[in-house]
């Protein structure tokens, strides 16, 4: 856990899974000018320990960790600011402990609903040239591999590395990121334990937000990028539809990971937000926390949710 400023406290819940909270250095410095911002590395993840629960790694395990890690700071009420999966988790932590949630900030989210969010984009980009590079240079460095001395992480932050140098950076960025940058990217921005990322992945596929924040009082903030390739264009309002009291803010140059490429926007929109924050109102929240059950039951007693969770079982059997 890492923490900078003082006021609200800003909880930033990194994308993935699999990503660390490296990936928020150092834009997020600008935040410290208005909040207390606090950065952390999930479980299975960057600096924090690999210890899988007795059943794996899930997305259960992961919102209680988040709820132990707001107790143990002592913090009545925070700001979850979620990127990516990490607006997932977010949106998930919220509907298990709505009334710790002061504003819910949703930045390039994965939505996880029913509706139609479009396929992902990432490849239109990329030329079949650069293609046949990035697997060329891959196919290379695993056969220098053996005799190269390098750890398992090492031999990914260069497959990381090579592939984003040779294009591969255009999947998720408006802008080309500087040579630092991918390095940076390589190096910090995606750790986890061995098998972390399937078995998570398995893990939320079980969950459906649909329909779970009708009601929801809690202030919602949702910042997407015009060019964020990693769903199709309807994702936007889809998940804006299943937010209705939210907002939706688009930044038109600006691809997945908003602060780094429209920083100015970001930060101007994200500082409004905060410092609008109203309280919610006991009797709205109570509401709230009503319908909330009702959805899980719902949503629990899907057919889908019972083929996933035997599918996860599955999973999470194999990997530990």
Known sequence: VEEEGSGTPIVLINGGPGGTHHQFHPWFGRAADFSRVIY???????????EPGPEGYSVEQAIEDLESLRQALGLETMVLAGF????????????NYPENVAGLVLVGAAAHIQASTGRSRQGDFLSDEERARMQEARDQLREMAPDSGWTEAELQ?????????????KRQHYYKPSPEQMAHIALYEWVQDRNFNSMMNQSRSRVDLTGAFDSNPIPTLIMEGEWDLTWGPEKAAALAANHPNGRLVTFEQAGHSIYDED????????????????????ESLAAFSSELEQWREAWKASPAYRIRSMDWGRTASMSI
């Open 263 to 282: 920083p100015d926007g970001f930060f101007s929109t994200l500082r409004s937000f905060v410092d609008d924050l109203a309280s919610v109102d006991s």
């Open 84 to 95: 990516s999966y990490g607006g997932f988790l977010a949106q998930f932590y919220t509907t």
């Open 40 to 50: 952390y590395d999930q479980r299975g993840c960057g600096l924090s320990d690999y």
């Open 157 to 169: 932050a260069l497959i990381v590395y090579n592939n984003h140098v040779t294009g591969d950076w």
